[in-house]
């Protein structure tokens, strides 16, 4: 008997019993709508997912979508769900479905992007990315700019990941990970004055990892700016001197 089935008898024996008591012990309680038992079990098996326990997530959320089958975030969560037991074809499968009852929601449109470039059907996640960038009610498009330019650069169609990172800074000029990313496909590009820049950018409003100076160690390299080169590695072991980057460094400044 599978867990939906045993499930829904449990419901059932419970049923009969409140009626069965009721007789004697006042009224029997109001039972929950199918709204509030899509949502507490939505949230049981959004539980289970960020736990790890990917099975007991995935009978939760298809009990959820028995009470409410238009809760997008729901098959958005059951798809992820399917990615992390490997079920591929039933991931894709609950995506479709979480557009198909949100056409226009846009957090939707680009999970499901995500996926396909994941799966890398780029030209497939482009439209979908461009249908989340023009939502109305995406205020904050940056975010879904970006996305769509790291996915171009896997492609890769360096000019359209670079339009794309370009858009998202004339959204916010400020978002860090557009910048980032501007400076590393600069860099990529043999550009390293740009790419300098842009890593300046992103250094005025956010704190270093040991990748970003990393990345700032190799842009002044290919510059020949040995004053600034040291700076990031002299910052690279006082703050990570147990890095994989920092490690590297080490050993190419000792051939």
């Given amino acids: 008997m599978n867990s939906i089935v045993r ?8 049923a009969s019993v409140a009626a069965c008591v009721s007789t004697t012990s006042g009224p029997e309680k109001p039972k929950p709508t199918p ?8 949230t049981l098996g959004a539980q289970y997912y960020r ?33 992390a037991l ?19 929601n846009f957090d939707v449109l680009n999970t499901y992007a995500v ?23 995406n205020d904050y498009a940056e975010i879904t700019l ?22 998202a800074l004339e959204r916010n000029r400020n978002y860090a990970e557009a910048l980032l990313q501007m400076s590393i496909l600069k860099f990529s590009a043999e550009d390293y004055l740009s790419a300098r820049a842009f890593l300046q950018r992103y250094l005025s409003g956010n704190r270093a990892s040991a990748g970003v100076l990393a990345l700032g160690w190799e842009i ?14 002299g910052q690279l072991l006082k703050d990570f001197p147990d890095a ?5 460094i080490e050993q190419r400044n000792r051939s």
């Fill in 244 to 248: 994989p980057e920092t490690r590297s």
């Fill in 115 to 137: 996926y396909l470039c994941r799966k890398q059907r780029y030209y497939d996640a482009q439209r979908y990315f461009d249908r989340a960038i023009r939502a109305p009610e």
């Fill in 86 to 104: 490997g079920n591929e074809r039933l991931a894709e499968d609950s995506y479709e479905s979480a557009v198909r009852v949100a056409p226009r």
């Fill in 51 to 83: 736990n790890g326990n990917y099975e007991l997530a995935r009978d939760r959320l298809r009990q959820s979508l028995e009470f409410d089958s238009s809760r997008a975030l729901t098959w958005t969560t059951l798809a992820l769900t399917y990615e």
């Fill in 35 to 42: 709204g509030a038992a899509a949502q507490s079990h939505y």
């Fill in 146 to 167: 970006t996305n769509a330019g790291v996915c171009m650069a896997q492609r890769p169609d360096l000019a359209a990941a670079e339009s794309y990172f370009r858009q």
């Fill in 7 to 14: 499930n829904s008898l449990v419901v059932l024996l419970a």
């Fill in 220 to 233: 002044e390299s290919r510059l020949g700016d040995e004053r600034a080169r040291d700076e990031y590695y």
